[in-house]
T-cell receptor, first 113, second 112 residues
């Protein structure tokens, strides 16, 4: 049983560019949450997708957007990248829509120069 | 408001017990979690406890919850060098299980 997978592993972008990160949830899970983890900090909730819609959102600007596909996989898009967007981006999947066990992927390390 | 606080660093000798502490402010917190993060890796769910429980034990791990004081602790018995990592406490509410609020993490250093 594959766990949560994310791609790419690492990414280097320039300020002002756009980036797309991808996540495939754990088998049987239909809900995906995205988190940003700055160096030395705990993860911060960005948003959650369920049934292909954004169900809730944290305190992140509209430059952060997402999408969920019919197979439950998800993308995180960040436009107009800032240096402060450099972080580890983590995807978590949940089963059953209202389940409480969240399983995290290995993350994508984004560096903005 | 939602806030989770942890001490930043703990150092123990191999074979000793480790106790990592966490406090939270949201009285509606229903689920409380402990995650482990090794260098360069994602988060591994170690264990969780419902707010109507006082204690949960899972092999070497014991979670204690004092709901009155909003205090959560994770005890690791017979700590091994492989337990060296950052440990995160997190909470969510019944109406918002998808959103985890994390502490800043406690770095556990295990000395041989």
């Amino acid at each position: 049983d594959a766990g949560v997978t994310q791609s790419p592993t690492h990414l280097i972008k320039t300020r002002g560019q756009q980036v797309t990160l991808r996540c495939s949830p754990k088998s049987g899970h239909d809900t995906v949450s995205w988190y940003q983890q700055a160096l030395g900090q705990g993860p911060q909730f960005i948003f959650q997708y369920y049934e292909e819609e954004e169900r809730q959102r944290g305190n992140f600007p509209d430059r952060f957007s997402g999408h969920q596909f019919p197979n439950y996989s998800s993308e995180l898009n960040v436009n107009a990248l800032l240096l402060g967007d450099s972080a580890l981006y983590l995807c978590a999947s949940i089963g059953g829509g209202i389940g409480y066990e969240q399983y995290f992927g290995p993350g994508t390390r984004l560096t903005v120069t | 408001g939602e806030d989770v606080e942890q001490s930043l660093f703990l150092s123990v000798r191999e074979g000793d017990s480790s106790v990592i502490n966490c406090t939270y402010t949201d009285s509606s917190s229903t689920y409380l979690y402990w995650y482990k993060q090794e260098p360069g890796a994602g988060l591994q769910l170690l264990t969780y406890i419902f707010s109507n429980m006082d204690m949960k034990q899972d092999q070497r791990l014991t979670v204690l919850l004092n709901k009155k004081d909003k205090h959560l602790s994770l005890r690791i018995a017979d700590t091994q060098t492989g337990d060296s990592a950052i440990y995160f406490c997190a909470e969510s509410t019944a109406s918002n299980t998808g959103k985890l609020i994390f502490g800043q993490g406690t770095t556990l250093q295990v000395k041989p």
